[in-house]
């Protein structure tokens, strides 16, 4: 079975400030990482993802995100954030194809707030 | 390209009806998945379709059933429903099973009076 746990349900932080946003997750197979952004009375769109190759993986607005196979994390961060960028973040691991030994269908960490102040 | 289109936005019902939601995935998309997004319980998985077959299907009652058509539009059904039914009913599209990432729609929000 595979889980993610995002640490910090709810991060503040102050407009061009730095943020990380933590993801852990569990899994006895290999993995497909994602990061989600969910804006009010919105669906999930992708930021990034993490399917193979470079540990470090950029994505849209500015995030990116650092694969670390040892500690089984995928923290995502983005290093000067916008008012805009206040939203629901979830992490999310889905295992690695069909045949991988895991689940394909994406298990979903219960989402960071990233509340953004001027 | 239209993203994923799900109807009706916002319904409002009472304990005991059923409802039913709709889903259109992208254009060339085959597999389209279900998820209810709660407060409590967060993002869970409802199932799976695939060629009009369901692959895969998550731990709920069998209130809760689904379908899909030979253009892959789907539906999903709830019948008797709860007032812990109350959520964001989301639907995701992609190519094929396993082929990752899912396409989200916005979403319809389900109430239950």
């Known amino acids: 079975a595979q889980s993610v746990t995002q640490l910090d349900s709810q991060v503040p932080v102050f407009e061009e400030a730095p943020v990380e946003l933590r993801c852990n997750y569990s899994?006895?197979?290999?993995?497909?990482l994602f990061w989600y952004v969910q804006y009010p009375n919105q669906g999930l769109q992708l930021l990034l993802k993490y399917l193979s190759g470079s540990t470090l993986v950029k994505g849209i607005n500015g995030f990116e995100a650092e694969f670390n196979k040892s500690q089984t994390s995928f923290h995502l961060r983005k290093p000067s954030v916008h008012i805009s960028d206040t939203a629901e973040y979830f992490c999310a691991v889905s295992g690695a194809g069909v045949g991988s030994g895991g689940s394909y269908i994406p298990t979903f960490g219960r989402g960071t707030s990233l509340i953004v102040h001027p | 390209k239209a993203g994923v289109t799900q109807t009706p936005r916002y319904l409002i019902k009472t304990r005991g009806q059923q409802v039913t939601l709709s889903c259109s995935p992208i254009?060339?998309?085959?597999?389209v998945s279900w998820y209810q997004q709660t407060p409590g319980q967060g993002l869970q998985f409802l199932f799976e379709?695939?060629?009009?077959?369901?692959?895969n299907k998550g731990n709920f009652p069998g209130r809760f059933s689904g379908r899909q058509f030979s253009n892959s539009r789907s539906e999903m059904n709830v019948s008797t429903l709860e007032l812990g039914d109350s959520a964001l009913y989301l639907c995701?599209?992609?190519?094929?099973?396993?082929?990752?990432?899912?396409?989200f729609g916005d979403g319809t929000r389900l109430s239950i009076l």
């Open positions: 254009s060339g998309h085959r597999s």
């Open positions: 379709y695939f060629s009009e077959t369901q692959r």
């Open positions: 995701a599209s992609s190519l094929s099973p396993g082929n990752q990432p899912q396409h």
């Open positions: 899994s006895s197979v290999s993995v497909y």
